[in-house]
């Protein structure tokens, strides 16, 4: 009879002279760097005029108002996300809660609601509330209707993200809070909800950041955001690669702000998993 071999354990692998030199996170500014700069590269190649861009820059960011008194530029672009997150969120959470009830009626309204803003473009909602509405009566301003619009459009989609998150907590976490004595209410609150956050939170800031630049379809109704403002100085100055460069470059700052802050929210509602692991 032969011995019984136990199994080997696995070599560990070295890391390389790099990976001693140098960390993980030092290896990771250096590649963002060499990427930055490959990226400033290649739209450095277009033979930009920064003279315009200098000029324009402090309306896009929305330094000054416009001639309406109101923001105009980035900041109008951020005002309009805000507020259609807020809105949105409420939305889709009531469309989640509703998808989830026993109510016939209540699943009926939710699942048309979400099937229709899921199915048809956003820019022919945009449309639709701007034009509309003034046949119902209602006289919506350009900026009412477009965060009317991106609010239904995307409370339709958060509400399926909020309705996986909330099935996807395992139901012996329903059943130890109930055998503690815990109420319903008590029990989704202090228990469903915060562990469907870890789920939930990754796809809605991805769901933000979508909206950070579909809002630029709200210039098509002449609102002075970030695109609108991009598109009249590039007609003025026939200098339209130099505009939209520079609200590329908004867009991804704005959209890198929503990333650190979706970095914080994971980092505080996975702390329980990452000490446990």
Same mark, same amino acid.
């Given at each position: 009879m032969t011995s019984f071999q136990p199994p080997r354990p696995p070599q560990q692998v070295r890391p390389s002279?790099? =990976?001693?030199?140098?960390?993980?996170?030092? #290896?990771?500014?250096?590649?963002?760097?060499?990427?930055?700069? /490959?990226?400033?590269?290649? +739209?450095?190649?277009?033979? /930009?005029?920064?003279?315009?861009i200098a000029d324009k820059l402090p309306n896009l960011i929305g330094l000054h108002v416009a001639p309406n008194g109101f923001l105009q530029g980035a900041a109008l672009t951020l005002f309009?996300?805000?507020?259609?997150?807020?809105? %949105?969120?409420?939305?889709? +959470?009531?469309?989640?809660?509703?998808?989830?009830? %026993?109510?016939?009626?209540?699943?009926?309204?939710? %699942? +048309?609601?979400?099937?229709f803003f899921r199915g048809t473009p956003l820019l022919i909602q945009i449309l639709l509330?701007?034009?509309?509405? @003034? =046949?119902?009566?209602?006289?919506? !301003?350009?900026?009412?209707?477009?965060? *009317?619009?991106? %609010?239904?459009n995307y409370g339709a989609y958060l509400s399926e993200i909020f309705r996986a998150g909330i099935i996807g907590v395992a139901t012996g976490q329903r059943e130890a809070a109930l055998? /503690?004595?815990?109420?319903?209410? =008590?029990? +989704?609150?202090?228990?469903?909800?915060?562990?469907?956050? #870890?789920?939930?939170?990754? @796809?809605?800031?991805?769901?933000?950041i979508s909206m950070l630049k579909d809002s630029s379809l709200i210039s098509v109704m002449g609102v002075?955001?970030?695109?609108?403002?991009? =598109?009249?100085?590039?007609?003025?100055?026939?200098?339209?690669?130099?505009?939209?460069?520079?609200?590329?470059? /908004?867009?991804?700052?704005?959209? *890198? !702000?929503?990333?650190l802050l979706q970095a914080r929210l994971e980092a505080y509602y996975g702390k329980a998993y990452r000490e446990r692991r």
């Open positions: 002279l790099l =990976q001693r030199v140098f960390g993980f996170r030092t #290896r990771l500014y250096l590649t963002w760097a060499a990427m930055f700069c /490959l990226f400033a590269g290649f +739209f450095l190649s277009f033979d /930009l005029k920064l003279s315009i309009l996300c805000v507020c259609s997150i807020v809105v %949105s969120v409420l939305l889709g +959470f009531v469309t989640a809660l509703a998808r989830l009830s %026993s109510s016939a009626v209540a699943f009926g309204v939710a %699942s +048309f609601y979400a099937s509330i701007y034009l509309g509405l @003034p =046949q119902l009566g209602i006289v919506p !301003g350009a900026i009412s209707a477009g965060i *009317i619009a991106l %609010s239904l055998a /503690l004595g815990l109420r319903p209410a =008590q029990i +989704f609150w202090r228990v469903t909800l915060p562990q469907a956050m #870890r789920t939930i939170i990754p @796809p809605t800031a991805n769901q933000f002075w955001e970030v695109m609108f403002l991009a =598109q009249s100085y590039g007609r003025s100055s026939y200098r339209y690669i130099e505009m939209l460069t520079t609200a590329a470059v /908004l867009y991804w700052i704005m959209s *890198i !702000g929503m990333e």
